[in-house]
């Protein structure tokens, strides 16, 4: 059963923008906490942002702040990841992935093991 998909993905020249979009279930929604990773090839992968949905509360890499935007819909279930001034770094795969509320969320967001369920990923590739 798939609980969450990532979409928005593409191909755009450093400097240009994309959006991505995590439309997840409403079980999965209900969690609160919701983060995007990243994961280029032969490389760790890293937490890009984290939002609490019960609270609007938000969390970034400082790799991404000032440049990436996390946000909520709850009318849709669905978490953005509004993402600008792209730079080649940035190339990897995307994912989305959801956890229960923990009072400990805006200090363990970034960690992978803090979640539970993850969408497959789209693929964001930046070219200089």
């Known amino acids: 059963q798939v609980h969450m998909v990532e979409s928005g993905g593409g191909s755009v020249q450093a400097g240009g923008s994309l959006r991505l979009s995590c439309a997840a279930s409403k079980f999965m929604y209900s969690r609160n906490c919701m983060g995007w990773f990243r994961q280029a090839p032969g490389k760790e992968r890293e937490g890009v942002a984290g939002i609490y949905t019960g609270g609007g509360s938000t969390y970034y890499a400082d790799s991404v702040k000032g440049r990436f935007t996390i946000s909520q819909d709850n009318a849709k279930n669905t978490v953005y990841l509004q993402m600008n001034n792209l730079k080649p770094e940035d190339t990897a795969m995307y994912y989305c992935?959801?956890?229960?509320?923990?009072?400990?969320?805006?200090?363990?967001?970034?960690?992978?093991?803090?979640?539970?369920?993850w969408g497959r990923g789209t693929q964001v590739t930046v070219s200089s």
């Open positions: 992935a959801a956890a229960a509320f923990s009072w400990s969320y805006g200090t363990s967001w970034h960690r992978g093991t803090t979640y539970n369920y």
